[in-house]
């Protein structure tokens, strides 16, 4: 596995090293830690999750979505970091 340094270089090795179920299974994980993270705690996200934990044997898709799933918090936290400087400037 690579050290990633955008998310775009990650994506394009998730695309070309593994199939669309194993994508799906790599997606669910970063769902289950966004929905985590938000606070929203969905049911089908854990279950989901913890499905996809039993299936990835080696760890490896989790690691990815782990990795995915940070990016997408940074991305998420600059947005709303944005929304709060255009909220001051008013």
Known sequence: MNDFQ???QWLNYI???YDEEQQISIENFIAY???DYRGF???NCKVTYYDGV??????ELH???VIGFE???KIH???EYKKSLKKCKK
């Open 6 to 8: 955008a998310y775009g």
């Open 15 to 17: 695309r070309s090293n």
């Open 33 to 35: 830690y966004i929905n």
């Open 41 to 43: 705690g969905k049911h």
């Open 54 to 59: 039993k299936r990835d044997t080696t760890g």
């Open 63 to 65: 690691k990815l979505g």
């Open 71 to 73: 990016f997408e918090k």
């Open 77 to 79: 936290d600059e947005r």
